[in-house]
């Protein structure tokens, strides 16, 4: 079905358009990749630059064209879907979760008011409080983010607030350096949130790991203690829950024990998000949830998974959140 186009063109309608896009999907075999297909047809970015048309073209282009492109995209992109692709990440998609990111999409919807989303508000708390029930958390909250990076940047904010609830309005001057601790394992987004925090990477003491790639709690004791006898203040443990590298899982009922002892957060950072709620609902974790103040999740590391948002999740927001 073709339309009048702005300048009197024929142009396809928008149910058209969207058609011939499922079927370049489909045609493609974007999202069942043939096992002999290459993942990647890889070239060098001057060669690819040279073999896509990038620069935006002021006149627009025909359908057709549009198509070819799309194509072209298609055709120099990584596979993500195909049997040969291994991250460590995230791999393929789920048609579900595809279908969901087109609708959320298509009501081009902004989750800031429950005026503007008031599906999609009620959508998130949902999702949150089933993750919350999951982890056993009760009276908690939570927020999506993201990604991995900024839910650390979260948990560090909040327990920035409660070592120092006068941080919020007259800022670090004065006071003595904050102090972070993570396995020299944890991820460097660790590191970037101290930056940008104002905290400073110095302030960040990677604590020993064993052979597993676990964080030592022993080191973790002398680290707290040698930062106290500086006259420092330690505020943040940053455990994880399936390290990047190793997928390791520090020992997080130790941890917790520690930062109960010396009044420090315990932010996990939780890679392997399906293992790590496997174990938990099977309660081969058994760990104390009143010690452990937030858990967040980027949600990444399986067969299958969507690049998705992280959730980020607390024991004590609610608290937090009534001081403020
Ligand atoms: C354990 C861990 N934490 C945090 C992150 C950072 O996540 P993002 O890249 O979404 O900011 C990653 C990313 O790989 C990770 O493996």
Known sequence: MEEQGRNGEKCVSRATMLGRMVQLLCDTGVLEPS????????????KLEALLSLEPDAQGVHMNELLRLCHDIVDYSVQTCHPHFKNQLYGGTDPYGLAAAWLAEALNTNIHTYEVAPVFVLVE??????VLNIFGF??????????????????M????YRAIPDSKTKGLSGLPPLVVFTSEDGHY???????????????VVPVKTDSHGRMMASDLICCIQQTIA????????????GTTVL????????????????????HVDQHVSRLFMLLSVTGMLGWNTDAVQEILSPSQGSEQARISPSYFITTKMLQVQQKM
């Open 247 to 266: 997928g390791a899982f520090d020992p997080l009922e130790q941890l917790a024990d520690i930062c109960h002892q010396y009044g420090l957060w315990l």
């Open 35 to 46: 096992r002999n297909s290459p993942v990647v047809r890889f070239h060098h970015p001057d």
């Open 138 to 155: 009760q009276n908690g909250d939570g927020i999506f983010a993201p990604g991995g990076s900024v839910s650390n940047m979260y948990g």
């Open 230 to 241: 500086e006259g420092k203040k330690p505020f943040f443990v940053s455990a994880t829950a």
């Open 157 to 160: 904010v909040l327990a920035r």
């Open 125 to 130: 708390c949902a999702v949150l409080r089933h």
């Open 189 to 203: 987004s660790v590191k970037k949130g101290a930056h940008w925090l104002g905290i400073g990477t110095d302030n």
